[in-house]
């Protein structure tokens, strides 16, 4: 593998508080130094007007393979990930069959690595079959390589499962990652509970649903230590309580999608499928308070809640189309424009939530641009002003909120073990 030299590029590094023009010198795959001047054996990379960053990391994306294949594969959805500018992502379970065996992890690893596009890391079920009724083969899934555990796509209703789910976990220094909703209070909800959902006349998700299970978490976290990681937190009473948290040293960290930022409930006045999610776009409030949790560093995650669907399932009528959209390819370009550009993130603090802090909850070596790491780089062009076409999307589905936004900011090259695994002409 030739050596590679970044030239010239604005560093910025969150793990050694680094934030300057820079070269990068890359070799046998790792992270090899810093100011060197090219010897002549290296491909250089001219970075002029760049940043250079530790190689981006989404931890909430759906894969759908095994089993759902018309909406995405693991081939496709690795490749969509690089083009967005992400050398990792952690894939969720609710696959067909679900991911609680080692069979399953194995099958996903070794899909990835045929793929050879970014690092797969498996996120494991938390219940066998996600039934939420007994605990999967928690210290199996772990030798396979899981990484944390989720029943995402759906919450783990039942309080003592998840009271055992942190007590096990405790075991192996994982996460739980809930997806926080009572499910009792948003049966048939299709988007918000608020002014809009009525005067739309659909039935409504209540904020509370949320809240509650948030709560619910967050004291089971506390009562035994474990480590809750939550999930696409969209609420002001949910920013709240973790900001509260962890004021008490809960071990609790959180995410935000970039939809839950960038959007509200009142784009369900087109009563396009590609605005319904869940948890759904909430009102202007509930955003600005999701937005002051990023700034604060209540949120320490930008995840995309990647979820692809095939379009015959996203046409149908609202009510019975399926929740989510994809996301890989937009959430760069949307915190560059809905965070960094405004001023409410610099650029250190986004980096820190999409690379370095989910490197840390899920317990890897990357999101560092610290000599000897794996070298994981993503180049990003700040300035680039570009417009969302799902047409070119390499993902499976295009089933996004966004098309035709005019965004600023992209992936230009995204480096991969110190190989250059995508490129933008
Ligand atoms: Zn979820
Ligand atoms: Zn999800």
Known sequence: MPSILIQNGRVVDPSQEMDRVANV????????????????????????????SPGLIDMHV??????????????TGTAAALAGGFTSVACMPNTEPP??????????????????NCNVFVVACVSKGREGKELSEMGQLVEAGAVAFSDDGAPVDDAELMRRAFEYCLMFDKPVLNHPEIRELTQRGVMHEGLTSMILGLSGIPAAAENVMISRDIALAEATGGRLHIMHVSTIDGVDAIRRAKCRKVRVTAEATPHH??????????????????????????????????????????????????????????????FGIVGLETSLGLVITKLIEPGILDWSSAIRKMSLNP??????????????APADV???????????????????????????????GRAETVIVGGKVKFQRD
């Open 378 to 408: 993503t180049i990003i062009n700040p300035k680039v002003r570009w417009k969302v076409d799902p047409s070119a999307f390499l993902s499976k589905s295009a089933n996004t909120p966004f098309a035709g936004w005019e965004l600023t």
């Open 261 to 322: 930022f960038a959007l509200t409930d009142e784009c369900l006045r087109t009563f396009d499928s590609n605005f319904k999610m869940n948890p759904p776009l909430r009102g202007s409030e509930h955003v600005e308070a999701v937005i002051a949790g990023l700034a604060d560093d209540t949120i320490d995650v930008i995840a995309s809640d990647h979820a692809p669907h095939a379009i015959e399932k996203k046409m149908r009528e609202l009510d019975q189309a399926p």
């Open 99 to 116: 991911i609680d065996t080692q069979g399953t992890v194995e099958f996903i690893h070794d899909r990835a690595e045929r793929a050879d």
């Open 62 to 75: 759906h894969l759908r393979e095994p089993g759902f294949e018309e909406d995405e594969t693991i081939e």
């Open 359 to 372: 490197a840390r909850i899920l317990g890897t070596d990357r999101g560092t641009l610290q000599v000897g």
């Open 25 to 52: 010198l890359l070799a046998d795959g790792r992270i090899a130094g810093y100011d060197v001047s090219p010897t002549g054996q290296e491909t250089v990379i001219d970075a002029t007007g760049r940043i250079v």
